[in-house]
C-alpha cells in the first residue's frame, strides 16, 4: 500500500489549505485514515482521522478549526484547514490501518503558516 499525500504549502495565519492523501496498491479493507503532524522538536500527534464508515475524531488544538472526510471509492482522504495558526506549521503525515491491522504512513508534506 501506498499514501500519497499532497497540498501542504506555505500560507498566511488566518489562511487555509486542503490536504489530500490517496491510498494505491494492494488495499483490502481500509478501516481508517488519518493525520497526524510533527513539528520541530515535538512528537507526531494526531490531527483527525475518518473511519471507512464516516465516523471522525480531532485533535483538541484543531477542534472547529480542520474537517476531515474520505471517499471510499477513490481510497482518498482530504483535510481541510481553516484559519490557520503559526503554532500549525509542522509536516503532516497520511495514515492508513486496514481492517486487518496493517498500518501504513505517507511521506509527508510541510504546511507552513507565517505570522
Known amino acids: 500500500v501506498q499514501l500519497q499525500a499532497s497540498g501542504g504549502g506555505l500560507v498566511q495565519a488566518g489562511g487555509s489549505l486542503r490536504l489530500s492523501c490517496v491510498a494505491s496498491?494492494?488495499?483490502?479493507?481500509?478501516?481508517?485514515m488519518g493525520w497526524y503532524r510533527q513539528a520541530p522538536g515535538k512528537q507526531r500527534e494526531l490531527v483527525a482521522s475518518i473511519t471507512s464508515g464516516g465516523a471522525t475524531n480531532y485533535g483538541d488544538s484543531v477542534k472547529g478549526r480542520f474537517t476531515i472526510s474520505n471517499n471510499n471509492v477513490k481510497n482518498q482522504v482530504l483535510l481541510q484547514m481553516n484559519a490557520l495558526e503559526p503554532e500549525d506549521t509542522a509536516v503532516y503525515y497520511c495514515?492508513?490501518?486496514?481492517?486487518?491491522?496493517?498500518?501504513?504512513w505517507g511521506q509527508g508534506t510541510l504546511v507552513t503558516v507565517s505570522s
Open positions: 495514515k492508513a490501518i486496514l481492517w486487518i491491522g496493517s498500518i501504513y
Open positions: 496498491g494492494r488495499i483490502s479493507g481500509l478501516n481508517v
